[in-house]
């Protein structure tokens, strides 16, 4: 276990060590004026001069490189001039809505995915299966961003419109002032992240419970008289958990790109909407802190999830 | 991206009668054998129809032009609008109802669905180039090449894709040629990861041993030996990522990062129907249905196209029976 996780942190920090590089050579090797782009949009001559000599632009380009680097190692992500706050600041208040919407909405996905997925492989051909798969068919085919705003309309416009003050339009309430208010605001945005990925991961699970239960140790757990309840959950479930998690694994970049859209429709205030509006304001240095953090967030997590995945199936060895 | 990989679980069976229909005639090629099940697959034939009809609605989008007198980004506020200006239902002038300046939702559908279809399938088929060649050269040369290309791939794979989408565009600007580029940058390592994986298995074959006696090159062993007999997996993946790039497309243009407007796309009409959809429903409700409703289409066909390549999705249902 020790080797493992010292072997996949290495791993991990090469990538990071990838992306850094990839973001140094986008933002300060490419062909324009840094300081000019880095200060955004709206900035004045002084700003820019600032920006210059702070990062040291009149340096030769290794010694600026190992500079960056070694503020990156300091936490240090930069300075948005459009916000004027460290991008750490920003990364700090609004981080919270983003890790609600993703968390929510990553379990929520799985619950859906993997339930109607043991459902429909435990009946197969049966009506139920053929709806999970038609349902499931729908939603993959189903943009995030159009389903946010089908809600949008259908769940808090015409509901509200018809009397039923149920979900709101949009907008974040912080967990502290009010938890009810919290939950009522997330839970479109959470179906809205989960709908479309669980579609694909009930498929996934029915596949890979419809093979597992033709196996013969499910075989011989039933002739062992074991409750049919007991021989899916328990032997079934646990190995054709294992695609699934793999593939949980590979799609955290999914989840990423979903919360983005999902922020922009519900116009919550979280870290993907930063970065749709640091665009618009040319605010760069938000746009690399974010780039570094989501790659960040996705090497720490497939690592837990790799680690996950020998839990789930011991006949996995973590070397 | 990654979703794909998931959506090769086992689907519905094909069409059961496949294997008297194999018995009966003899002697085909796989590829022949595949086709003749997508024929009588009625999902696919559908699908397919479905995707015919919306490659003639892009092609002949001037058509609509004609028929409707309204350009695509033309804005007529004296008929389109109302006196309050806010933009009309569908009605004999507007069959789809307007958008916020006036112009006809309809036509903008339709010449949208050129901006998709382009995109998506531009994308998919460079990602596809790019991921068979560099696929082929992992597997089939080993070694250092392999570990390189590997290592790559799989940390293209890693990377959250539309972060880093937003990123690239930010800096280089936002085309359509962006788009399609950065849409086939992160799909090509899915692809390159399958035929690796074909090709390790392939080289090993006797025939590819008796072409390399005979004196065959690299080059010819990889596109003329090799290369045919990992195809299958490729059309099938094909026909899965079009929708994907599709909706990436869209998405990109829903974050103002994708075609610049007044140039009409699906995703940008829904990013502008965002402000409108409490009174102009139909503003959301047609581009989604028009997106929607492709990106369903080649799902389908990609469903039934996997299903006639693989047979042994059959077997697994037959023994379950």
Do not use: C
Request: overall charge positive; glycine content about 10%.
């Amino acid at each position: 276990m020790l080797k493992f996780l010292v072997r996949r942190l290495t791993l991990g920090v090469a990538v990071m060590w990838v992306v850094a590089t990839a973001v140094f050579i986008l933002y300060f090797i490419a062909p324009h004026d840094v300081a000019r782009t880095l200060a955004g949009k709206q900035s004045t001559e002084r700003v820019i001069q600032l920006i210059r000599h702070r990062l040291g632009l009149d340096k030769p380009i290794t010694e600026q490189y190992l500079d960056y680097l070694n503020r990156l190692l300091h936490g240090d992500l930069g300075y948005s001039y459009v916000n004027s706050m460290p991008v750490v600041n920003v990364i700090k208040e609004d981080l919270p809505i983003t890790a609600s919407v993703a968390f929510g909405g990553a379990i929520l996905w799985l619950l859906i995915g993997v339930s109607a997925g043991v459902l429909a492989a435990t009946r197969p051909r049966s009506f139920l299966d053929r709806t999970v798969t038609a349902f499931a068919l729908f939603f993959y085919s189903m943009p995030v961003f159009l389903l946010g705003q089908l809600f949008l309309l259908l769940l808090f416009f015409r509901l509200t419109m018809a009397g039923f003050d149920i979900f709101p339009g949009g907008g974040y309430v912080p967990f502290a002032a009010s938890p009810g208010e919290w939950l009522r605001h997330l839970i479109l945005p959470w179906f809205t992240v989960a709908l479309v990925s669980a579609s694909t991961y009930a498929r996934l699970t029915r596949g890979s419970m419809l093979e597992v239960l033709g196996e013969d140790y499910i075989r011989t757990a039933r002739s062992k008289g074991l409750r049919e309840r007991r021989v899916i959950y328990r032997h079934g479930l646990r190995a054709g958990m294992s695609p699934v998690v793999t593939q949980f694994g590979i799609d955290l970049g999914t989840l990423l790109g979903g919360v983005i859209l999902t922020e922009t429709v519900f116009g919550l205030p979280g870290l993907g909407q930063q970065i749709v509006t640091s665009i618009s304001d040319g605010d760069l240095p938000v746009i690399m802190g974010l780039v570094l953090l989501a790659s960040g967030f996705i090497v720490l997590a497939n690592i837990v999830v790799d680690a996950l995945y020998a839990v789930l199936d011991p006949r996995v060895r973590l070397t | 991206m990654s979703q794909l990989s998931a959506a090769t679980a086992p689907p519905e069976p094909a069409e059961a009668g496949l294997s008297e229909a194999a018995k009966k005639i003899e002697g085909r090629s796989p590829w022949q054998l595949a086709f003749e099940r997508l024929r009588r697959d009625r999902v696919a034939v559908g699908s397919a129809i479905m995707i015919v009809i919306i490659a003639l609605i892009a092609i002949f989008a001037p058509l609509a032009k004609r028929i409707t007198g309204h350009g695509p980004a033309g804005q007529y506020r004296d008929t389109g609008l109302s006196p309050a200006g806010i933009p009309v239902g569908p009605n004999g002038m507007f069959w789809f109802g307007t958008d916020e300046l006036g112009r006809d939702v309809l036509v903008r559908v339709i010449y949208g669905a050129r901006i998709s279809l382009l995109a998506g399938v531009a994308a998919a088929s460079i990602a596809v180039l790019v991921g068979v060649v560099i696929g082929l050269a992992a597997g089939y040369f080993g070694g250092a090449v392999d570990t390189v290309l590997s290592r790559f791939m799989d940390v293209v794979l890693s990377l959250p894709y539309l972060v880093f989408a937003i990123a690239l565009v930010s800096v280089i600007g936002s085309s359509m040629q962006v788009s399609i580029g950065v849409i086939a940058f992160f799909s090509f390592s899915s692809v390159g990861r399958i035929v690796r994986g074909q090709v390790l298995s392939i080289k090993e074959k006797e025939y590819v041993e008796a072409a390399r006696s005979l004196g065959a090159g690299n080059m010819r062993i990889m596109f003329v030996d090799v290369l045919p007999n990992v195809l299958a997996p490729v059309i099938v993946y094909v026909t899965l990522l079009i929708p994907l790039s599709i909706v990436f497309e869209a998405a990109l243009s829903f974050l103002g990062l994708g075609v610049v407007p007044p140039t009409p796309t699906w995703g940008g009409m829904l990013s502008d129907a965002i402000n409108y959809y409490q009174v102009a429903w139909w503003y959301l409700v047609f581009p989604g249905a028009a997106l929607l409703v492709t990106t369903l289409a080649f799902n389908l066909l990609g469903d039934s196209v996997r299903d006639a390549f693989d047979p042994r999705y059959n077997r697994l249902f037959a023994a379950e029976e």
